[in-house]
């Protein structure tokens, strides 16, 4: 849901207000000089709400977008301005408030003053209702604390500002406690069996409220049976019988009548196997580790495998997602390595191994998640790209070449990132440090020295050395690289006439020869 938080002409109110402190306090101007100090800008704001329905006391967010550009040169120089201010919501029909966040602080830096200049804001408030607050509709509303200009020195401009401006409306719906099940136990019974043959397990768990359990048990091939409930703490058992080979991984889940569910338990393996073949081995070492929190959302998936049999040659499918059923993302390869390319911030994702030797015999190997970092709380940019490129020219006595290194820089969505300063150097068969500001594109070209009468193969390297933005913090640990290197090579037909340099030099030395023979006879 995107709501205006400022009516367009509320917003020229506040700029010409903001404006009138700036130029009053410090220099004293007459009411009549700031009367069209609205002129000097045109700012908008949007408000979104990540959710409109909150349960319980879960964290949500709030995300304010705004643009200030210059449209006139301003009379003094203001460095940054900043507003500092609290969330709160009224209930519509009680009208009893609730704090969700008490202060967050936006930073507009640096302050447009030169016609044209813009100022993008860009910042994410998360929100909180307390606990028992009173269940039904809001009107969320944005409390500014204090406003500060900053000019020679900070000055206060709280007085000049709205306090209160309208966000938008959520709905708080009081949490249902129910607890779930406790995680029932691992499932005990055979370890080993044979294809086809019917192998019972069983698990057991306790419901916190008294309530009754049925058991869900996953049995490693893609099926599950289900119990019917039964009360708390008695044990339940479910026979199954596998049709392939394999190491197999028995598990089990408690869901209580009112639909709460516990999570699964920890894994039984059972070996079925035939009388000529073993099965792969369990897909094992998982990295990132199961369970691992914040991992990079530039991150490669890898395991362990292989197979008892001598020869037997192994591939895998992976199994990638968001759902704790993931579906299948590459099939019978034989890298023990993937990769899911860039992931989502704050997200679980859920993983599986399955391995097949050359007879068709598998193993599953079990259910692992990781979860990634949370969304940078600062701006963050990151090198996309280097492309390399080169060029040669010159007479044929006397040619050159050069490369040329293009930077792409991008945010953590893969936005370009205009008006960024890139620094680097070359090196291989020149030197040299310079600084670029990227274009519209994010892009950042870079040209190294030219190369007088370069051999085949001569090599250049470009390496990022810095990235730079007010505001913006350079994350290198997600680069897709750093540096890269090419070869250049001269125009073959300057290749062609340095021969014939060569062989023309070879002769006037053999005339030389020659001549002075003659003469000394």
């Not at 367009?8 to 402190?21: N, S």
């Not at 289900?226 to 339940?236: D, Q």
């Amino acid at each position: 849901m995107k709501q205006k938080a400022f009516s367009k002409k509320a917003i020229r109110h506040v700029a010409i207000a903001l404006m009138l402190a700036i130029l009053l306090v410090p220099i004293g101007t007459s009411p009549v000089a700031a009367i069209s100090v609205g002129d000097y800008f045109e700012i908008s704001y949007a408000f979104e709400f990540s959710q409109t329905e909150i349960q319980g006391n879960e964290v949500f967010y709030a995300t304010i977008k705004g643009e200030a550009i210059c449209i006139e040169d301003m009379p003094i120089p203001v460095s940054e301005a900043s507003l500092t201010s609290r969330v709160v919501a009224q209930h519509r029909t009680s009208g009893k408030e609730e704090t969700l966040n008490p202060s967050y602080t936006v930073t507009i830096k640096p302050f447009p003053t030169k016609k044209g200049d813009t100022t993008e804001i860009d910042k994410v408030i998360p929100l909180q209702f307390p606990e028992e607050s009173e269940p039904g509709g809001y009107d969320v509303v944005g409390e500014l604390i204090e406003g500060r200009v900053k000019a020679v020195f900070w000055i206060d401009v709280t007085g000049y500002l709205p306090q209160f401006q309208a966000a938008g409306s959520v709905t708080y719906i009081a949490s249902t406690i129910n607890n779930a099940p406790a995680i029932p136990s691992t499932p005990t019974g055979p370890a080993s069996g044979y294809v086809a043959i019917y192998y019972s397990y069983s698990t057991s768990a306790t419901d916190p409220d008294g309530d009754q359990i049925k058991y869900t048990f996953d049995w490693g091939d893609g099926s599950t049976s289900v119990t019917v409930f039964i009360s708390s703490g008695t044990t339940a058992s479910k026979s199954h019988s596998w049709s392939n080979s394999g190491n197999y991984y028995i598990r089990a889940k408690a869901t209580d009548n009112k639909g709460a569910s516990s999570e699964w338990s920890a894994a039984r393996m059972v070996t079925i196997s035939t009388a000529d073949n073993n099965p792969p081995d369990p897909p094992n070492s998982p990295s990132p580790a199961d369970h691992a929190i914040a991992v990079s959302t530039n991150t490669n998936l890898s395991w362990n495998g292989g197979d008892p049999d001598t020869g037997d040659t192994v591939t895998y499918d992976v199994y990638f997602g968001t759902s704790s059923s993931p579906a299948e993302v590459s099939g019978s390869q034989t890298e023990a390595t993937y990769n899911p390319g860039i992931l989502d911030y704050n997200t679980k994702y859920y993983w599986r191994i399955v391995a097949t030797d050359k007879h068709g015999a598998s193993t599953t190997g079990l259910l692992w998640d990781f979860t990634t970092t949370q969304l940078p709380a600062e701006k963050e940019m990151h090198i996309a790209d280097i492309q390399m490129a080169s060029k040669s020219g010159g007479a044929w006595i006397s040619n050159y070449a050069y490369a040329i290194a293009t930077v792409t820089i991008v945010d953590a969505r893969d936005n370009p990132m205009p008006q960024t300063e890139v620094s680097g150097h070359w090196s291989g068969a020149t030197s040299g440090s310079d600084s670029k500001v990227t274009n519209s594109q994010g892009k950042a070209t870079f040209t190294s020295d030219r190369i007088r009468n370069a051999a085949k193969g001569t090599t250049l390297t470009f390496t990022t050395d810095d990235v730079t933005k007010n505001g913006w913090t350079y994350n290198s640990e997600v680069n897709t690289e750093t540096s890269d290197s090419i070869t250049v090579n001269p125009d073959s037909l300057s290749d062609f006439f340095r021969d014939i340099l060569y062989l023309v030099r070879q002769l006037i030395q053999k005339v030389k020869s020659i001549l002075s023979q003659v003469i000394g006879c």
